[in-house]
């Protein structure tokens, strides 16, 4: 029995770090910066994952070292049939920075689009998994918002992204998914930028 605890123990923990691992390849593969996963902890038993600290590096150009950091990510999933019913991720931590017009996150949608153009198809022998997502839910959330070209800082809501019936390889199911976090995050950052613009224009004028 005392065996057998530790290679359950053994097997567990070698999953958790390849699981670990693969996050990290791909995302960095998709965004084109670096991704550094905390922690993943799996409970095959309970059909559940967590995975904390996924960090995203800012792209070179910008002055914070992170664009966001997703603390807290909750998933419900098939070990056998990689169906992965939910994740849910909550209170991701999002840097937005403003130079010359252009925002950090604008910045990765551009490193994506030039990754896609890139890429060549993989050919190793062997089909890559194909993973099921029935529900993906970022939960509303802050993010601090800095403005070099107009000096300003404050703080703004990006509303809820969800995507339902996700299929493909682990990178395609990536790749849909970051794509809709940095569109969100992007038009958040540019109705910002255009509030901020026209209240320093309004602020000119009655002063």
Known sequence: MLAGGFAWYFMAFRLDGFIAGQIERVGTQTLGTQVTVGQVTTDIKGGAMTISDITVANPAGFNNPNAFTLRGIEAALDYDTLDIRRIIVDKPEIVIEEIDGSTNFAALLDGMERGDDEAAPADDGAPPPELTIRLFRM?????????????????????????????????????????????????????????????????????
Request: glycine fraction near 2%; charged fraction near 30%; charge should be negative.
């Open 139 to 207: 939960n509303e959330s802050r993010a601090a918002f800095e403005s070099a070209t107009l000096d300003r800082y404050s703080n703004i809501t990006i509303d809820e992204v969800e995507l339902q019936n996700l299929e493909g390889t682990p990178p395609e199911v990536a790749e849909a998914i970051v794509r809709e976090i940095l569109n969100e995050v992007v038009s958040s950052a540019a109705l910002e930028l255009l509030k901020t613009k026209a209240t320093e224009k309004l602020e000119k004028l009655f002063n």
